[in-house]
């Protein structure tokens, strides 16, 4: 039973860091888009 849990618990922990990882580089992208936009924008307006 004890095996079954750790095997559980791995499995878990391993799905958070894919999500941890998925959400960083999300607002990394997030981050580079808005900054590309706002250069465009002080680009066109100067």
């Excluded at 039973?1 to 999300?26: L, S, Y």
Aim: without cysteine.
């Amino acid at each position: 039973m004890n095996q079954k849990r750790e095997m559980k618990k791995k499995i878990r922990d391993a799905k958070q860091a894919r999500q941890a990882n998925r959400v960083i580089n999300g607002i990394f992208i997030g981050l580079i888009i808005l900054m590309v936009i706002v250069l465009l924008a002080y680009w066109l307006l100067v």
